[in-house]
């Protein structure tokens, strides 16, 4: 017999040995039957009677459902909580003239750079913040750590990861942004997620500024999914358009022209794919 737990949304088999009758032996798990009497009341399952082919049974069971009730984990949802929330905070952060506030011990332990930052023993903030606590001065009254060359919206993001170890509502635009954040703090996983977002929406609008951005900040597989759409699409006129900005980046434009010199060779009746306009 199997149980389906709607929460889990799993099967799992029922153990029909652990009854005890009234003389104090272990009851078997019942025949398979037909025509039975069943009935869920409080967390047990009472079946009475059926038939097994041969004899109308008069047995009656009562099975345990589940021995605990476990309540769905609130650990995500706690720890959003604690994003720039002022009154459980020790420490603030002033970006693009907004006060963020966070929790020191938790950001050090999530990012080495945020861990140096605050509690690094040679770093201007770590010692303004270490003066301020043996001056007694409470965690609203401290003074707030700059956090330079980030958008409030970008810091945001990434103290979100920081604390559910996930993100969402990034669109392609902020998460270039947030890529290339994710690099200055050293977070490996949030450049990571930010690449599988972006590859998600490559456009022949967008795939060029998206090639410069993984190529400037390391994140290879973003980079590669990227070169591979913008030689497919060489013939479109707005990549041949955005090809002009690589210019900056001859190690692409280099990488460009071998991937399609391949592709070439690999299709020579064909030397340009993904398009099917007129070429000039």
Not at 111 to 120: C, N, T, V
Request: aromatic content about 10%.
């Amino acid at each position: 017999m199997y149980l389906y737990d709607f929460d889990s949304k799993e099967w799992s088999q029922i153990d029909c040995n652990n009854g005890y009758g009234d003389s104090g032996a272990t009851h078997h798990p019942p025949s398979g039957r037909s025509s039975l009497v069943a009935q869920v009341y409080n967390n047990f399952l009472y079946v009475f009677g059926g038939y097994n082919g041969d004899t109308v049974l008069n047995d009656f069971y009562k099975f345990r459902l589940q021995s605990t009730s476990i309540l769905l984990p609130t650990l995500f949802n706690d720890m959003r909580r604690l994003i720039n929330n002022p009154e459980l905070s020790d420490c603030t952060f002033l970006v693009e003239g907004h006060e963020v506030h966070a929790n020191r011990s938790i950001l050090a332990v999530r990012s080495d750079y945020f861990h140096a930052l605050l509690f690094g023993s040679t770093m201007r903030e770590s010692i303004q913040l270490e003066e301020d606590v043996a001056a007694g001065i409470s965690a609203t009254e401290r003074r707030p750590v700059e956090i330079n060359g980030v958008s409030y919206a970008v810091f945001m993001k990434v103290l979100e990861f920081l604390y559910t170890d996930s993100i969402r509502s990034l669109d392609t635009e902020l998460g270039i942004q947030v890529l290339i954040t994710s690099e200055l703090f050293m977070l490996d996983r949030l450049k990571a997620l930010c690449e599988d977002i972006i590859r998600r929406d490559l456009s022949v609008d967008n795939v060029c500024d998206i090639v410069i951005a993984s190529h400037r900040n390391g994140a290879g597989g973003l980079e590669e999914i990227a070169l591979d759409f913008i030689v497919q699409h060489l013939a479109h006129p707005t990549i041949i358009e955005g090809i002009v900005d690589l210019k900056s980046e001859p190690d692409l434009l280099v990488e460009i022209i071998r991937r399609n010199i391949q592709l070439q060779e690999a299709t020579p009746s064909s030397p340009f794919r993904g398009w099917s306009g007129t070429r000039r």
